[in-house]
């Protein structure tokens, strides 16, 4: 049996990674500026991760929610102090996809409405709905197309206050990346969010602040949307939240109340998968992660600023990204093959930093160093 080739790749099969860094299967290091897709939180196979995790599986690793699993009172209790939303309800899933599907079906069940507001370049997974909510018809299936999800421009208060007097009563929810990540890394305004906040607020819709990607630290607060200093109704978490186990999440705001049966999952919070939040949780805490995002992700954005060959250097925290001019359409690719540097890309021209929080200001010198020499080698060709 062949797999079924849904992605192009590189060609490097990495069997081992610490920290920051990946070894292929020569032995040959990788520096790690893209985090396995911005999912490597607190760094590779970090040694309290680890041991979380094996001594969890020593004991049980799996058992349904027809049970008590204490480890998830203990993770919503965590995630409650650090992200500062301590009222909220913590519903437990596998993927973002699954988080923003969940949280959108939560929204319409509890205002018995039907239309989604999404918005250009967004993503939001794969799934029925969220992939409908996806601004790409190239992901959405004719089964999933739907009139119940409204595109509208990114950070365009006036088109987003004109769909509200028209269409306000039929809205359910309004979904929106804090920093959209496939869409290039391009930053919600704090107006914007605010503006969300108030139209919802004033036609009774659920804000959904989708935070799979920019949430869990790496724009050096909790949640990017934390920011705009306004609350969403409903954050959706995944990427980060495991270091790679795959675990996720919604929390819901107090007034929408569970009802037995409206969601539910057979693996969704299972005790392995809150061992390794739970690790994660506490790294980000004792190693003051958030702050490090801030500092380093500075440095990194100061310095690409003054690379005067990239433009638009954008992002908060460790969500980086720069636009590469035609001229320099390689650099991407030597990173990777000359420069043995990791980095991520959105179409057609970005190049994207989500590295570990955990980042050292020497790894992201060398980076500096490589992209400077890279440019200038393309440069002079
Ligand atoms: C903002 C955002 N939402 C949702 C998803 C989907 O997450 P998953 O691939 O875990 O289903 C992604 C994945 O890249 C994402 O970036």
């Not at 988080?99 to 794969?126: D, V």
Request: proline content about 3%.
């Amino acid at each position: 049996m062949n797999l079924f080739d849904v992605y192009p790749i590189n060609d490097i099969t990495i069997v081992k990674a610490k920290g920051s860094y990946v070894w292929d299967d020569k032995g040959e290091q990788y520096l790690d500026l893209y985090g396995g897709h911005a999912v490597v939180s607190i760094g590779h196979t970090h040694p309290h991760w680890v041991k979380r995790i094996e001594e969890q599986l020593e004991k049980i690793a799996f058992y349904s929610n027809s049970i008590r699993i204490p480890l998830q009172q203990q993770l919503a209790e965590k995630l409650g102090t650090i992200s500062g939303k301590e009222t909220y309800q913590l519903f437990l899933c596998n993927s973002g996809a699954e988080a923003n599907e969940n949280a959108l079906k939560l929204a319409s069940f509890y205002n018995g409405r039907k239309k989604i507001i999404a918005f250009s370049k967004a993503f939001h997974g794969r799934t029925s709905l969220a992939v409908s909510a996806t601004d790409n018809k190239n992901y959405i299936a004719p089964v999933n197309e739907t009139e119940n999800v409204i595109f509208l421009p990114f950070n365009d208060e006036d088109a987003l206050d004109a769909c509200f007097k028209k269409k306000g009563k039929e809205i359910s929810s309004v979904i929106i990346e804090g920093i959209q990540g496939v869409g290039g890394i391009n930053v919600a305004e704090d107006s914007f969010l605010k503006k969300v906040r108030a139209l919802c607020d004033e036609y009774g819709a659920v804000y959904i602040a989708d935070s799979v990607q920019c949430g869990y630290g790496r724009s050096g607060k909790f949640f990017s949307h934390d920011f705009a200093g306004v609350n969403a109704d409903i954050y959706t978490m995944a990427k980060g939240m495991g270091n790679g186990f795959p675990v996720a999440g919604i929390i819901v705001a107090p007034h929408i109340k569970p009802k037995h049966f409206q969601l539910g999952t057979t693996f969704g919070g299972n005790h392995l998968a809150c061992a390794a939040a739970l690790a994660v949780l506490e790294v980000i805490e004792d190693e003051k992660l958030m702050g490090n995002a801030v500092m380093i992700g500075k440095y990194l954005r100061d310095e690409l600023q003054s690379i005067p060959e990239l433009q638009n250097v954008r992002g908060r925290g460790l969500m980086i990204g720069f636009d590469v001019p035609d001229e320099l359409k390689e650099l991407k690719k030597n990173l990777l093959w000359k420069q043995k540097i990791f980095t991520g890309e959105a179409k057609p021209n970005v190049i994207r930093l989500l590295p570990s929080l955990a980042l050292k200001k020497k790894d992201a010198e060398q980076f500096i160093e490589a992209v400077k020499e890279e440019i200038s080698l393309l440069s002079d060709k």
